[in-house]
């Protein structure tokens, strides 16, 4: 691989790909104002590092709700892989197990959940969900997951309805090509056979209640993706969800959300360390790993960069994104003056005096 960092690659990503499925990827809601703010939060936030601390190492090792990961970074979840390179999700499974890291599925992955299951040969798999109004249909593909050895539901809770994009609205990109669809929306038919895929359905109705539901539908561990207001943290708390992650659909819901990055302290205020957290937005380097966990997280994800490492070399391409992050992770914490997670904390953040005068205007 010839790209120096994660922005290099995109730009192969982008020579490599079709206009329409580059937008797809790369695109955001509206005027995509979250979409710029997730990566520029990152930047406007400085690090101080500790220095003659013979921390050593850096030890990256985490476990999350049980999962045990070499560093703290999973791969988000992101649909259509098989857009980005015919090896599609398989691919990106086989380089998350070996780089050991949690991979989250997307529902609306071009692979079915059992084929990313068999290519990920035993790497943590994680699952995300859209609660379908269709509770029947619901709970089968629930036992399709726990079936195949997914360790986690991981539920979209920032999709009562269907952002607006207005890249694909102008590139008439609103169905997948002929020959690929979302095979976990295959019901189950004759002999074992799968049907035609059902579109994924928002309900406007959503509620806590479905959460309660779940809870008693399934004994895997639940996380709530979409979660950026304390107070439905705390009831988060409240209703038994496992973990949380921090985002807001990588700016393809609402736009004008702040970048997730702003939105993290008061979310892990409210948690007081009860629960895991999760981030992801514009995690882009190994210094906005260490930003994140500075400010409470306990592990990033990411999606779009997979993406461009799939697009540009298949699975050679994810590999050497997780390597690249790993490497700058390192790099950063042992600069940083950090052996581990728990020596970050928010005593390495500087906010410059420019900054300030803008939260406090």
Not at 57 to 79: D, F, N, Q, Y
Not at 207 to 217: A, C, M, P, V
Not at 265 to 272: D, F, Q, R, S
Request: aromatic share 4%.
């Amino acid at each position: 691989m010839k790209a120096l960092s994660l922005r290099e690659l995109e730009a192969e990503a982008r020579r490599r790909l079709e206009p329409g499925a580059y937008d797809l990827f790369a695109g955001g809601a509206d005027d995509e104002v979250t979409l710029r703010a997730n990566e520029s939060a990152f930047a406007r936030l400085g690090l101080v590092p500790r220095v003659l601390r013979g921390r050593g190492k850096p030890r990256l090792e985490t476990t999350l709700l049980g999962c045990r990961a070499s560093m703290p970074i999973v791969i988000a979840p992101t649909a259509f892989h098989r857009l980005a390179h015919p090896d599609g999700e398989r691919a990106t499974a086989r380089a998350a197990a070996a780089a050991g890291a949690i991979m989250i599925v997307s529902m609306a992955s071009t692979t079915a959940i059992e084929e990313i299951a068999e290519a990920s040969a035993g790497g943590p798999l994680w699952f995300q969900l859209y609660l379908q109004p269709d509770l029947g249909f619901t709970q089968a593909l629930i036992r399709r997951v726990e079936a195949a050895g997914c360790k986690a539901l991981v539920v979209t809770v920032d999709s009562p309805v269907f952002g607006r994009r207005e890249r694909d609205l102008r590139n008439g990109f609103t169905d997948l090509p002929s020959g690929l669809c979302c095979e976990n929306m295959r019901p189950a038919g004759p002999g074992g056979t799968r049907g035609p895929a059902r579109p994924i359905a928002f309900s406007e109705a959503l509620s806590w209640e479905d959460i309660d539901w779940l809870r008693k539908t399934t004994s895997l561990p639940l996380v709530l993706k979409g979660v950026v207001h304390p107070a439905d943290a705390k009831m988060a708390l409240e209703r038994g969800v496992d973990a949380l992650l921090v985002s807001n659909h990588g700016g393809r819901q609402l736009d004008t959300i702040p970048a997730t990055l702003e939105l993290l302290p008061p979310v892990a205020e409210a948690l007081g360390g009860r629960l895991p957290l999760l981030l992801d937005g514009g995690i882009r380097r190994g210094t906005d790993i260490v930003k994140a966990l500075s400010l409470g997280a306990n592990a990033v994800a990411i999606g779009r960069p997979v993406l461009w490492g799939l697009a540009a070399e298949g699975e050679a391409g994810v590999a050497h994104v997780l390597e690249t992050l790993r490497s700058e992770l390192e790099r950063a914490m042992a600069l940083c003056g950090c052996g581990s997670a728990s020596d970050v904390g928010p005593e390495l953040l500087h906010v410059s005096r420019w900054e300030k005068q803008c939260q406090t205007s």
